[in-house]
């Protein structure tokens, strides 16, 4: 019997690992994320859990708009850059190759297979240590068409966030 069953039961799901771009006027951040989900068909949504402390929540609170991009496996060094918090690395997002999306003025990553920018439909403050941010994707683009099997997760890199 597993001393922590239920981290170890957490720990068997795969994490999906994304670069959240938000953007609230001259405010732009880039951060990595890995709690992310499709939560809706009509209208299409997106869901992710955000940090209560991270900088990317105040900026996605007040611009209600987030870019999510998504890479291959084979793309790890693209999003690596990114891990550290913006007080940790405050050049992060000059350091990265990215453009502004047409839709939100999101940073998109240069080189990521695929992204989706989106509206702010609903914040979820679910009492833990993260809210639930849904957003109504507005706009997407494909760099790589793929299968979700190639996308970069945690696993991939070794790494875990969960439990």
Known sequence: MAEDSIRDALNMIP????????????????????????????????????????????????????????????????ITGLTKSREKNPDKVK??????????????????????????????DSGGDHDVIVGEVIGAGVNRAGKSDATLTLQDIGWSYSG
């Open 95 to 124: 350091d990265a190759s990215t453009t502004a999306g047409p839709e939100t003025g999101c940073p998109l990553i240069s080189g990521a297979a695929a992204w989706l920018e989106c509206r702010v439909v609903s914040s979820v």
């Open 15 to 78: 994490y999906g690992f994304y670069a959240i771009g938000s953007r609230n006027g001259d405010d732009v951040n880039l951060m990595v994320v890995n709690w992310l989900t499709q939560s809706s068909f009509s209208p299409r949504q997106v869901a992710f859990g955000l940090s209560k402390t991270a900088v990317t929540h105040g900026i996605v609170a007040e611009g209600k708009v987030f870019s999510v991009n998504i890479f291959d496996k084979a793309d790890a060094e693209l």
